[in-house]
């Protein structure tokens, strides 16, 4: 049987966008109820500049909250070697690094060129190593640039060519803004697949122009088993106009578990958080399968 690891990002791209102040507890909570739902690897928060993305100023408090007997693998976004050494010091299990694949995008997003960011990669990685934490790597912006439009492909891999210099546990093609479809999904990994030889594939797919889920099944179908998703569908980036949130978790596993593809995740406890977030956020989130529920429902499963 496939298996598939749904990597959680709600309480970090899911919750950075948010206008409401989420307190240190009630993210905290959210990591809690992602935990009960067999969630094992999830992105924290970041480690970043407090004053351009406030909601993560907490970075710090919410690891040393997190707890560390459950088996879950906790992991710190970070653009820098401040941010690295931030996330290191509050005890993070990865750092989750971000090389860009437009110069205007990196600029705005974390003041680095496509070029400065390969470099901070391989001195994140390295410092990683050294440190015996695990890095992992996403190329933003990899389906399209919200200043520049288009990224041609052969950008994206040679971007993947000159990082595969320093591997990590997985590297990861992000559509930060949801301008990708199915066909550039497969066309996509097809290419990078030799450059990544045994360091395994991850897809990050933001639902801005509801082609999410269409483009994590292309992903499926060429191979890829790491998926990065959040409860109720929340997200967006700061630094990229109109960017909306992440393809939701439950909508992904709902689709996975009809498909008989494992993730070892329960899916009414996700749908729940997914309730839940509503809650605090006080609004509706854009995931469909926490409104409209599983299927065949548990009462009709049990009889
Ligand atoms: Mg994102």
Redesign the pocket.
């Known amino acids: 049987m496939t298996q598939i690891q749904l990597v959680e ?1 709600g309480a970090r ?1 899911g919750l950075q966008n948010e206008k409401v102040a989420v307190s240190t507890e009630a993210k905290l909570a959210f990591i809690n109820r992602m935990i009960d739902a067999g969630i094992k690897r999830l992105e924290a928060t970041s480690f970043v500049n407090p004053k351009l993305v406030p909601q993560m100023a907490d970075a710090a408090e919410v690891m040393a909250g997190v707890p560390r007997d459950r088996g879950v693998s906790y992991i710190g976004l970070v653009l820098n070697k401040k941010g690295f050494d931030r996330a290191i010091e509050a005890g993070v299990d990865e750092v989750g690094c971000v090389v860009v694949a437009s110069d205007t995008f990196g600029q705005k997003n974390q003041g680095q060129t496509i070029e400065d960011s390969i470099r901070v990669w391989h001195e994140l990685s390295r410092a990683a190593a050294e440190r015996g934490v695990k890095a992992s790597l996403t190329v ?1 912006a990899a389906f399209g640039c919200p200043f520049e439009g288009e990224v041609p492909l052969a950008r994206v891999r040679d971007i993947v060519e000159a990082c595969m210099k320093s591997p990590g546990v997985d590297l990861a093609v ?1 559509d ?1 803004i949801g301008v990708g479809v199915p066909s550039q999904v497969t066309e996509m990994l097809r290419a990078l697949k030799p450059l990544a030889r045994d360091v395994p594939l991850r897809v ?1 797919f ?1 639902n801005t122009r509801n082609t999410g889920i269409a483009n994590v099944a292309a992903a499926i179908a060429e191979g890829v088993t790491y998926v ?1 998703a959040s409860i109720g569908g929340i ?3 700061p630094f990229a106009p109109r ?1 909306t949130g ?1 393809v939701p978790t439950e909508d992904v596993l709902y689709m996975l578990q009809r498909m008989g593809i494992e993730t070892g995740i329960d899916l009414e406890r996700v749908i729940e958080a997914a309730n839940w977030i509503e809650t605090q956020l006080g609004k509706t989130v854009p995931g469909m399968v926490s409104k409209a529920g599983g299927f065949p429902a548990p009462a009709a499963k049990a009889a």
């Open positions: 990002v791209d933003s992000a930060t990050h933001h990065d997200g967006g980036c960017a992440n």
